[in-house]
């Protein structure tokens, strides 16, 4: 079974051709963040602009790679949401005018769902239950998954997603767009310890849900404290060594009394004692939802899947509780067409479509009932 996956709920418009679910025939990514990084973030009136220029070019491409025409096809697999809505209507449109064109059952993919499906492409035989940790600029859910398109949401962000706040502090601190690559590099040569940054937490021992917006306050009133504390003009201002030795000998100090010598040598220390904080939060939680449901397996799904202190780290946790751990390869974490049109396979596999009347939904969370779905016996649900 031939599915084109079409991609279009951000930045990326992206386009790929799936045989079977698993193997992966073309995947065609055209991103928009040189066009977006001037602005320190996605600005969707253009993000959607761009989409309708590049879409076409990117659906022609993934066909070519793949050597097929759309007569090849078996299906057409969309992203529907969450998402900026007018990007999301740009790939919507796209697919029904070529499933109509063409004869060809559609289907609205939830792209939250598709992130982890992206997992059943580097491990075709994970089994169910388990429980997916999906992370990425605009979302962070604990869901546990009982089967195909079965899911308990059992825990998300109240606030900032975690890689929305990587792109805020990068940009506090103009380390550049986006934020998660760079502060991730950074961290690897500063120490996670060095500066104590909260940890936010609820109360209850039954709520899972994430907090970022709290960690990502305390870096900026930090690194605020230290410019109003900067040394007066004419002061000598401490060498690296220096300024290293100060730190290191006042890590263990509460954050109130801590005080930065030289932003620009210390700025390694912020980034991974920031990253360190938010891993932590994520790890904590996943490792409480584990607990509580008695999973042995872990899948690992969204753009901020790829940072690597997130995947050591878990992967050390979860190999001293006998939990086994999935996660796929860099380029399968972040936005693509190839996750959607694998999701595709498996729910047009168990005969579900979508009526042409599907609409995007800019806020679809896992759960939420696909709008005008048909199954197998044709009846509307």
Not at 67 to 80: C, P
């Amino acid at each position: 079974m031939l599915i084109l996956g079409i991609e279009t709920s951000c930045d990326e418009t992206a386009a790929s051709v799936v045989e079977d679910g698993k193997k992966i025939l073309s995947n065609v990514i055209a991103s928009q963040v040189a066009i977006h990084r001037k602005f320190w973030g996605v600005v969707p009136e253009i993000a959607s602009r761009k989409h309708l220029e590049l879409i076409n070019p990117a659906i022609s491409e993934a066909l070519t790679e793949a050597k097929i025409g759309f007569s090849r096809l078996d299906g057409i697999a969309v992203t529907y949401g969450p998402g900026l809505v007018g990007a999301l209507l740009v790939g919507l449109s796209t697919a029904k005018a070529i499933a109509y064109s063409n004869n060809l059952p559609f289907v609205g993919i939830n792209h939250l769902e598709g992130h982890i499906y992206a997992n059943y492409l580097e491990h075709p035989s994970l089994k169910f239950p388990f429980l997916a940790l999906i992370v990425s600029g605009g979302h962070s859910d604990l869901v546990y998954v009982k089967g195909h398109g079965v899911y308990e949401v059992m825990g998300r962000t109240r606030d900032d997603a975690p890689g929305e706040a990587f792109d805020k502090i990068a940009k506090f601190l103009k380390l550049g767009y986006p934020g998660g690559p760079i502060i991730d590099e950074l961290a690897k040569k500063g120490n996670p310890k060095a500066i104590p940054f909260p940890r936010s937490y609820f109360k209850t021992k039954e709520t899972l849900d994430f907090s970022f917006s709290g960690i990502k306050t305390a870096v900026v009133n930090y690194v605020t404290k230290y410019k109003v504390q900067s040394p007066p003009r004419g002061s000598r201002v401490p060498s690296g060594r220096e300024a290293k030795s100060k730190v290191k000998s006042q890590k263990s100090k509460p954050l109130s009394t801590y005080q930065l010598v030289n932003l620009s040598t210390d700025v390694h220390n912020i980034a991974a004692s920031f990253q360190e904080a938010v891993v932590d939060m994520l790890i904590k939680n996943t490792l409480r939802a584990a607990r509580i449901k008695g999973i042995e397996r872990i899948v690992l799904a969204g753009g901020v899947a790829s940072n690597s202190r997130l995947r050591e780290k878990l992967r050390a946790e979860t190999k001293a509780r006998g939990i086994r751990l999935y996660y796929p390869r860099e380029e399968l974490c972040t936005d693509n067409a190839v996750m959607i049109a694998c999701c595709g396979y498996y729910k047009l596999k168990e005969g579900i479509e979508s009526d042409l009347s599907l609409n995007a939904v800019a806020n679809l969370s896992l759960g939420s009932p696909t709008q005008r779905v048909s199954d197998p016996e044709g009846k509307m649900v």
